[in-house]
């Protein structure tokens, strides 16, 4: 049974509540059920609510109208951390003064110190601002029309992982250890950070196959679990032995908390840099996977599947890659047929 849940019968139906938060939560499926599931996890992860102290008319508590609002909450599980960083951050800044003196030059002086990527995350939360401070009427014209993005320059990507790097991490985290069933959990599955705390046991379905949609995209991606693997089952067989038995999910704290997302990508690295691996990084492993199954011959269609991509352009690269370095090996290219393995 799933932990902090309060349970209620009145008249013969048990309501279900989250002890921290007192949300209720679905009451007409099983504890086990994805929806269930979800609607827990939406609970552990959510913050205390705090009464507003901000003076009535200011940027700060129109930012606390907004933070409360559902615009916000309708933002992906991924997205919402993002946003709510830069408009805490705006709060901080605005905290004296009048919503209605804002300014687009206002603005274009919060960006200036900041890093084109900040820069640029910056003014979509500035803009979500002005969206939402537009529809209440709280404002009548936009201050964040015309303010334009930074340039950004070219930026390196993150550090693709080698087999190599995968033995160093197995050789400092065996089997058993928090740390190697998220290594596994990610080169196996690709999966972002936001989605891999959230993967279960509920989410594999009778054919064999976990499924789950991706909070950055929306797009639903398919993972073989206990179904064959286009003979990769073999990279498969650590995490088999890995997963743990009766959990909600399969990344726990070791309280049995569920894991957040900057949490577990700092700890995921630091692990990384325990086992000699500098500058290794989740995302990294998400890059391994494409690649291996790249190199392995898979179809476009099953790289799309399997990492939940929806264009060509997103597979193409890893595609190229591989097939170069076979002609240089003295390899075979391999037809890839988008609709075949």
């Not at 913050?47 to 606390?64: D, F, H, K």
């Not at 909450?73 to 003064?97: C, F, M, N, T, W």
């Not at 399997?306 to 170069?324: F, I, S």
């Amino acid at each position: 049974m799933l932990p902090r849940v309060h349970r209620v019968r009145r008249g013969g139906t048990i309501y279900k509540y989250h002890r921290r938060t007192r949300k209720e939560l679905p009451r007409d499926v099983p504890e086990d059920d994805p929806r269930f599931v979800a609607a827990w996890l939406a609970e552990e992860q959510r913050a205390p609510t705090v009464r507003s102290r901000s003076l009535a008319g200011t940027i700060a508590a129109a930012c606390e109208a907004y933070l409360g609002s559902r615009s916000y909450r309708e933002l992906s599980d991924g997205y919402r951390p993002v946003i709510r960083r830069h408009v805490e951050r705006i709060k901080e800044q605005g905290e004296k003064a009048l919503l209605k003196d804002l300014l687009p030059r206002h603005i274009r002086a919060d960006l200036e110190p900041l890093s084109p990527p900040v820069a640029s995350s910056r003014l979509k939360a500035w803009r979500k601002l002005a969206e939402f401070w537009l529809l209440k009427g709280m404002l009548d014209a936009d201050p964040s029309e015309g303010v334009k993005r930074k340039k950004m320059g070219k930026v390196a990507g993150f550090t693709e992982w080698t087999a190599e790097d995968l033995e160093a991490f197995r050789a400092r985290w065996p089997i058993g250890t928090a740390q190697r069933l998220a290594l596994e959990l990610y080169q196996w599955t690709g999966a972002r950070c936001v989605d891999v705390i959230r993967l279960g046991p509920q989410m594999v379905g009778r054919d064999g196959v976990l499924t789950y949609v991706q909070q950055k995209t929306g797009n639903p991606a398919h993972v073989p679990w206990t179904c064959p693997a286009f003979g990769l089952e073999e990279q498969r067989a650590d995490l088999m032995r890995c997963l743990p038995v009766g959990s909600p999910v399969y990344m726990l704290t070791e309280y049995g908390k569920p894991r957040t997302q900057k949490g577990v990508s700092q700890w995921f690295s630091a692990a990384a840099r325990e086992a000699g691996l500098e500058g290794r990084t989740a995302h990294g492993l998400r890059k391994y996977r494409m690649n291996a199954l790249a190199e392995h011959g898979a179809s476009v269609l099953v790289m799309q599947s399997w990492v939940g991509h929806t264009t060509l352009l997103e597979v193409q690269e890893y595609t190229r890659r591989a097939d170069r370095r076979r002609v240089i090996s003295g390899g075979h290219r391999v037809k890839r047929d988008p609709a075949g393995a």
